[in-house]
């Protein structure tokens, strides 16, 4: 069985949108079948400053042998930062091939349902599981503000995260996805709330 799912150990065929029954992938090409580990994902999603990239190594510690947790900007980088579609599918291959080894991820990033679900990789996991951290917009502000300067927050992208941080709030019951607003929560608090939400949901 191949780590990369798109790839047909038989033949070597490389499937743009895979061919899934349930936990079983088939070969367009030959025909072959095989099984694999299909599992849930789990988004950890919301604008940045809502204390994501705080929580991940917090969660990292409390799940270890349990889950994974990955922070998504560490693949934003060359071609794939000028094709967000190709950004998320392979997170989604990525994540794919970690479940290959028994333990779902968790995945710390700004994403919405709109920009998984669609894709052709989203049929690899049973659900994908999403809890967006919110904030207030003065207290977003003046995260995104104290950032180093390297990380180039300017105030029209922090107009355009205030602008999502909104629009998450407002599209996230029709969206299916939960919030948590961490605006006078501790780390360590908030780390117990993600830390239960996960663990109400592990397989």
């Known amino acids: 069985m191949g780590l990369d799912l798109r790839i047909c150990p038989a033949c070597g065929d490389r499937a743009d949108r895979p061919v899934v ?7 367009a090409r030959c025909g072959h079948e095989w099984p694999f580990r299909k599992l849930p994902l789990f988004a950890l999603t919301g604008p940045s400053g809502a204390g994501k990239s705080t929580l991940g190594p917090l969660l990292a510690s409390r799940l270890a042998g349990e889950a994974v947790v990955l922070e998504q900007d560490v693949l934003w980088t060359g071609a ?37 679900e ?4 989203r049929a690899f996991f049973t659900e994908i599981h999403y809890l967006a951290l919110v904030s207030a917009p003065s207290s977003l502000r003046a995260r995104l503000r104290a950032r180093p300067a390297w990380r180039e927050w300017d ?23 939960e919030l948590f607003d961490t605006t006078e929560v501790p780390s360590e608090a908030a780390a117990d709330h993600v830390e239960k939400w996960i663990r109400a949901r592990l397989p």
């Open 21 to 27: 029954a349930g936990a079983t992938l088939s070969c």
């Open 80 to 116: 794939l930062r000028d094709d967000v579609e190709a950004f998320r599918a392979v997170w989604l291959r990525m994540a794919a091939m970690l479940h290959q080894n028994g333990r779902p991820v968790v995945l710390c990033g700004t994403v919405a349902p709109p920009e998984f």
């Open 118 to 121: 669609p894709l052709p990789e």
């Open 155 to 177: 105030e029209p992208r922090i107009a355009e995260m205030l602008e999502f941080d909104d629009w998450l709030r407002r599209s996230a019951p029709e969206l299916g996805v």
